[in-house]
């Protein structure tokens, strides 16, 4: 990697990242556009790890991104499964229109 990158542009993409991701919750109501933003934002995270320990020379950070992962893995397997759930018997998605008070 060239010397002139400096952790500073990886935080700052990630940052981006993590700002759209943010963005799309809370702006998006269509239930896996949330979803998926919610993974682009544990990708910046994953992103911020990455960098922090290759600049700090420790394997903390990769260690760190194995766990977020798996717990990444582990959403996606039960979160789909809920919209399968939700899509069945409310015939939507939307998150505005699910109230599951009122089955």
């Excluded at 992962?69 to 069945?88: D, K, N, P």
């Amino acid at each position: 990697m060239p010397a002139s990158v400096t952790p500073l542009y990886f935080f700052v993409v990630s940052a981006l990242i993590f700002a759209i991701g943010a963005a799309g919750v809370l702006i998006r109501r269509n239930a896996i556009v949330v979803f998926m933003c919610i993974e682009m934002m544990l990708s910046a995270v994953n992103l911020t790890f990455i960098a922090a320990a290759h600049y700090l020379n420790s394997l903390d950070g990769v260690l760190m991104v194995f766990f977020v992962m798996t717990v990444a893995a582990a959403e996606a397997a039960v979160g789909l499964g809920i919209f399968v759930l939700l899509f069945r018997g409310r015939k939507t998605i939307r998150v505005d229109e699910i109230n599951l008070l009122k089955w």
